[in-house]
């Protein structure tokens, strides 16, 4: 009987230790999209192209073998949908984090995740209308997406 007690009040003031003292520690939501945007895309012929706000399609012509896009995605989406002219595109995406001065970086140090960068390989295809889209991991659950002709 005294050994119950014992540990009675032992568990008793634990109990007491938590509730007076104990701080909570809870993992913020992770955030919903808020932006994607194709960055560039990469050909053999035209190296690096950047893609203007807005830009509907390639200035250079990338036709040929090896056309790299490149995509920016800030927030957390569930599992983008990629096309060439409907027909799906594989890649490989990166986590995105930034610094106080809003530069996007990797995260090879340790800072928050924002977002992925996404780099698909057209395998191939010569050109076409290249989509990207995504919907938010949680709310408001909304769907962004864009699109760039790449020629």
């Keep these: 009987m005294q050994c119950i007690k014992k540990r009675l009040a032992g568990v008793f003031a634990m109990a007491m230790a938590l509730f007076l003292g104990a701080q909570t520690v809870s993992a913020a939501s992770a955030p919903p999209l808020t932006q994607v945007k194709v960055l560039k895309v990469e050909s053999p012929g ?26 920016l995605e800030v927030g957390y989406g569930r599992q983008p949908q990629v096309a060439l002219d409907g027909f799906e595109v594989d890649g490989t995406r990166t986590k995105v984090c930034a610094f106080a001065n809003g530069n996007l970086t990797d995260c090879s140090e340790r800072t928050k995740v924002v977002g992925y960068l996404y780099i698909f390989n057209l395998a191939g295809k010569q050109e076409g209308t ?22």
Excluded at 139 to 149: D, E, H, K, R, V
């Design 46 to 71: 035209c190296g690096f192209e950047d893609i203007a706000e807005g830009q509907a399609q390639t200035r250079c012509n990338h036709s040929g073998p090896n056309i790299k896009v490149y995509v």
């Design 130 to 151: 290249f989509t990207f889209s995504n919907t938010s991991i949680n709310a408001p659950g909304n769907t962004m997406s864009t699109q760039l002709y790449i020629k």
